[in-house]
């Protein structure tokens, strides 16, 4: 996820940091709501752009792997995506083994779900590098790789695994911008006002319980060659409201930054859009684990006001800790994913 800082756009590290923010305002608003979020305004507004935002914004710089040898791209995105989702679940699995408590049994689960389950994004992220290598090694066109590995991952069942199927075409929605960012440099302007109208049009049809985890991808059965065309017709508008959104995002950025970027707030929120990866890795604990554990539920309406609090909070924990982790060269590896 980081970049050096001859390759940094100043707008992306931005937009990383409200991409980030929006997962910290997430997950907050989910712990202090009990199992009431799925209709919680915050919590179903966020979940129709925020991952399928990060995504979009691992594939913009997809295509530095496509330039290195097959098994050195694997080799850089294990250590960098793996390591750290390996080392998150060893150590929930060491916590509740030796604490003989598990504060969040839906995520940590000690079995090979729930090793998926931990840290499930960045094991996601590395399936698409794996999968976008090949495609576009083996296809040469990348329009045809992508089209292709799109159907493939949304008819066969394995590929539900980490929402691979749901986030793959926002992948290659990212990698195509950056093919083609000169083209919608030019036409920023009009493909911001189509994307936003967009979004604005599926949005009030929208429901937190219409996310992958309420309703996973499941429309092609293969036992019984049947479609199930209400599976596909949800799978479709989620695909469009997160292809919307995160595309909206995506164009406004831009003009975002640049009238914020002499605030003196802008260089902290750059910081922090610069260690996604670790911030993430953070809040699984703090927030997903150790929160959940307090149990401290409010009103829907209560929480837009004590959810934005506490994502503020755990942004500045999580980001202290990610500096501490860095003075170390095996927490930046294994925790942070970085080279020694």
Excluded at 19 to 27: P, Y
Excluded at 145 to 174: K, Q
Aim: proline share 4%.
């Amino acid at each position: 996820m980081n970049k050096t800082s001859k390759t940094r756009i100043p707008y992306l590290d931005f937009l990383k940091f409200f991409a980030i923010a929006s997962v910290f305002l997430g997950h907050a608003t989910e712990q202090t709501t009990g199992n009431d979020f799925w209709d919680n305004p915050i919590w179903s507004f966020i979940y129709t752009y925020h991952m399928p935002l990060f995504m979009l914004l691992c594939g913009y710089f997809f295509g530095s792997s496509l330039k290195l040898p097959f098994f050195e791209m694997l080799r850089k995105k294990f250590m960098q995506l793996g390591v750290p989702s390996i080392t998150a679940w060893i150590l929930m699995f060491l916590f509740v083994k030796l604490t003989d408590y598990n504060p969040y049994p839906e995520i940590v689960d000690l079995s090979w779900l729930g090793f998926m389950n931990a840290m499930w994004f960045l094991k996601c992220v590395f399936f698409c590098y794996l999968i976008g290598w090949i495609a576009v090694k083996s296809m040469q066109n990348v329009w045809i790789a992508a089209l292709t590995s799109t159907v493939i991952v949304h008819l066969v069942p394995i590929c539900s695994i980490d929402s691979v199927n749901f986030l793959l075409p926002m992948f290659w929605a990212g990698y195509l911008c950056h093919l083609h960012q000169a083209w919608i440099d030019r036409r920023r302007k009009k493909l911001l006002s189509a994307s936003l109208v967009a979004f604005a049009a599926l949005l009030p049809f929208w429901s937190g319980r219409l996310t992958v985890y309420m309703v996973p991808i499941d429309f092609f059965h293969w036992d019984t060659l049947t479609l199930d065309a209400d599976n596909l017709g949800i799978a479709l508008y989620r695909l469009a409201i997160g292809l919307t959104g995160s595309l909206m995002f995506f164009l406004l950025s831009p003009w975002v930054y640049e009238r914020i970027k002499n605030w003196r707030i802008t260089p902290i929120l750059d910081k922090l859009g610069k260690c996604t990866l670790g911030l993430y890795w953070m809040q699984t604990f703090l927030l997903e684990c150790t929160w959940h554990s307090i149990g401290l539920y409010v009103s829907t309406a209560t929480t837009f006001l004590i959810a934005p609090l506490i994502a503020v909070a755990e942004l500045f924990i999580c980001y202290q800790a990610v500096l501490l982790c860095k003075k170390n060269k095996y927490t930046r590896r294994l925790f942070l994913g970085e080279n020694m």
